[in-house]
Antibody, heavy 115, light 109 residues
C-alpha cells in the first residue's frame, strides 16, 4: 500500500527557512517522479515543484523559483523541499504527491509564516 | 487566475448524473493526461481519476473523458458522500510545470 508521510512543517518568521521531508513506502520510490503541491488557507491547489525519478530534472513554479529547492534520496525513499527566504504568501499546507497526474497524496504538513 | 478553467459550483440530487468540466489549451489538456482530485472539508486531496484510470477503492460511478482541450469528470448516481471540492490538473508543455483548475464545489442536494 502506497504511503507518503510529510514532516518538517512549522512556524517560521518571514525570511526564515524550513526543510520539508516526505517518507515514501509501499512502492519502488526510485521509479517515480514526485511533486510538492501546496494549498494556502481558503485557496485552491498550487503546484510548487517537480523532480524526475533520477533527480536530474527539476522544475519550479515561478512563485518559488530561486528560493525553494527540491531533492530526493532514492536509497532512503525520501523527498525533500528546502524552502528559503520564506514569505507570508508561502503559508500553506504542503503535500507530497506521486506522479503527474498525481495518483497518491500525502496527508500534508502545515507551514506557517508569521512574525 | 488558474491555467485551467472549472465551474465554480455544481449541484445535483442523490442519484443524478453530474458532469464537471475542465478547460485548458493545446499546451496542457490537449497534450497530456488529466487528473481529477476530490477534497472533502479541506482534508488531503484524493485522486478519483488519473488519465483514464480509476484508482483502487474509487467507485465506478466516477468516469472521465477528454475532447480536444476540455476534460470532463462524470459522476453517475450521485451520493451524499460525493459532496466535495473537485480539482483537475495536468502538465503544461509551455510552462514546464503542473497546472491546476480553480476547483469546483459540488453540492449534493
Amino acid at each position: 500500500q502506497v504511503h507518503l508521510v510529510e514532516s518538517g512543517g512549522g512556524l517560521v518568521k518571514p525570511g526564515g527557512s524550513l526543510r520539508l521531508s516526505c517518507a515514501a513506502s509501499g512502492f519502488t520510490f526510485g521509479n517515480y517522479y514526485m511533486s510538492w503541491i501546496r494549498q494556502a488557507p481558503g485557496k485552491g491547489l498550487e503546484w510548487v515543484s517537480y523532480i524526475s525519478s533520477s533527480g536530474t530534472t527539476k522544475y519550479y513554479a515561478d512563485s518559488v523559483k530561486g528560493r525553494f529547492s527540491i531533492s530526493r534520496d532514492n536509497a532512503k525513499n525520501s523527498l525533500f523541499l528546502q524552502m528559503n527566504s520564506l514569505r507570508v504568501d508561502d503559508m500553506a499546507v504542503y503535500y507530497c504527491a506521486r506522479s503527474t497526474p498525481t495518483d497518491y497524496w500525502g496527508q500534508g504538513t502545515q507551514v506557517t509564516v508569521s512574525s | 487566475q488558474s491555467a485551467l478553467t472549472q465551474e465554480a459550483s455544481v449541484s445535483g440530487t442523490v442519484g443524478q448524473k453530474v458532469t464537471l468540466s475542465c478547460t485548458g489549451n493545446s499546451n496542457n489538456i490537449g497534450r497530456y493526461a488529466v487528473g481529477w482530485y476530490q477534497q472533502i472539508a479541506h482534508g488531503a486531496p484524493k485522486t478519483v481519476m488519473f488519465g483514464n484510470s480509476l484508482p483502487s477503492g474509487i467507485p465506478d460511478r466516477f468516469s472521465a473523458s477528454k475532447s480536444g482541450t476540455t476534460a470532463s469528470l462524470t459522476i453517475s448516481g450521485l451520493q451524499p458522500e460525493d459532496e466535495a471540492d473537485y480539482y483537475c490538473s495536468t502538465w503544461d508543455y509551455s510552462l514546464s510545470g503542473v497546472v491546476f483548475g480553480g476547483g469546483t464545489k459540488l453540492t449534493v442536494l
